[in-house]
Structure formats: structure tokens, C-alpha cells
């Protein structure tokens, strides 16, 4: 995820000053573990301890920064990835009380301070779709858990282009979420960014008490329309641009199965999901092959 602003970063790190600051630090050494290449079974190395370590040791003297933050987030997403439980929903979760300790999620009552430049707001607002997108897809497979974030309003800004934001380049123009003149070329983040609004509202769509109501089928149709539709997006986005979009249109996929399983196994499923749901064709197919082989004696070689 790129949330780490390359152009703020190197000037920092090329100071002649020579002095790191020791939230920088931390950053560095989780840098160099999300690279880390595995060689055994256990993924809990020297270096994942030292970090957890030196956070825990940052956040006891109570320094507060962004940086700490980002070196937060590649944390709980290297647990994440290697499936460290229960470490990696409890570094998730942090993370979402840190961001709202620095005020720069989308609904703060404290806004963190006006940044120095478009760089730095779009490298916060960046931090924030990161920690948004952490906790939808965390909550894929996980127990039933309320989300901790909230869902971004329609005034939310999507992250820049991302070769423009390394280059330091300011685009004539930030857009927002469900803008419709946003330009064809919105960036590898920015598209994972509307993923995880489309997959949160399927997550919140399906868990809803009142899911047998009729303008609740009508969302459902609405909310399959628009995961189609951002399907198509996102692979013309990544043809006409060479764009490796496998991990937005994965999202949209699994946000499609999410709603497409909730509606099939409803006591009252819609004739469009009834239609069209893979799932549920492929169960009555097998069903159908082993009513077929009953009584089949003779056992398969």
C-alpha cells in the first residue's frame, strides 16, 4: 500500500543534520521487515520482535506521530498476511485508535493540523484508506465483529494518481468518492480505495436486520450493478494504463460472492440472485449427481 510519501521521505532521510528521529527509525526497521523473504516456518523473527518491541516503547513515552502510524499499519499488515492471531486484529484495531488520536480519520472532532502541503494531506489521507481497507478486508472470514471504521461520506477525497504523488507533482484537481467527472486514470490506490467503499457497504448490506424488506432486495440489486460496473472500470483502467489490478478487481469479486451467498441462502431469495448465483447452481448439481449414484454398489476405483 502506498502510504509512505517517497519525496518527504528521502528529503528527511538526506538531512545532513544525520540525526533520525526515533519514530523514523521505527518506520525503517518495519520497512525492512515487510520485505522480509521467508526461510522458515515461523514469522516471527528477530526483526517482528524488535519492532513490536520498540512500538511498545515509543508508545510508552507517549510519542505521537504519523510516522509511527505507518509504521503501525505495514505492521498489522505483515500479521495479517502470515495470519499472526490475534495479534493481527489487535494491531488493526490500534491502528484505527491511533488514526482518530491524530484526527485524520474522515469524521474527527479534532482535526489533525493543517498540513504543510498537498504532499502531506494526500500522505494522511492515504493513511486513513489504508486503515479503512485493513479493516474491511480483515473482517472477510473473520467472526462476526462490527466494523471499526465508518464508511467515507461523499465528500471524502480519493488518494491522487500515485506516480504524480512520488513525483511531488500537484494534480489540477482532487476528486472525491462518487464524483462522476473523476478522470479515467484514478491510480492503482484510488481504485483499491473504491473497492473497499463498495466491499464495506456489501459487509454492513448483509449483516442488517432488516434484510427481508423490500427496499433491502432493492439495494442488493444496486449494490451487485455497481460492483459490476467497477469490475469493468478496473480492468480498462488497468489495460489502458498497465495497471496490475488484481487485488481491486479480487476485492470486488469477493464482495460480489459475499452478497451473492447472503441473498442465495435467504428464506426468500430474489429471482435475480436465484438466477445467477454460481454457488448455488453448483450445489444443486452435485445434489442432482448424488441422487443420481444412490444405490451404487460397486465402490470407485
Known sequence: MP??????????????????????ALLILVMDLVCWIPESNDPRTSTYLAAKSFYLDLEIQGLVSLQILQAAILTAFFEFGHAI???AAVSIEACV?????LGINWDAKFPAKRPFSWVDGDEQNRVWWAVVILDRVSRIGFPPRPLWTGDPTPESILPSDDGAWDQGVMPPKRFKVLQSDNPRKLGRFALKAEATRLLGQVIRHVEATDFEETFHKEEALLLDGALRAFVNV???EGQSHSLDVMNQTAMCSIALILLHEAHASSSETSEYFERIHHIKNVTNSVIKSREEIVGFETPIK
Open 3 to 24: 502510504i509512505i510519501s517517497k519525496k518527504s521521505f528521502y528529503e528527511y532521510i538526506r538531512n545532513p543534520s544525520g540525526q533520525i528521529r526515533s519514530d523514523y
Open 85 to 87: 492471531y490475534p495479534s
Open 97 to 101: 485508535k491511533y488514526g482518530c488520536a
Open 234 to 236: 478496473t480492468e480498462f
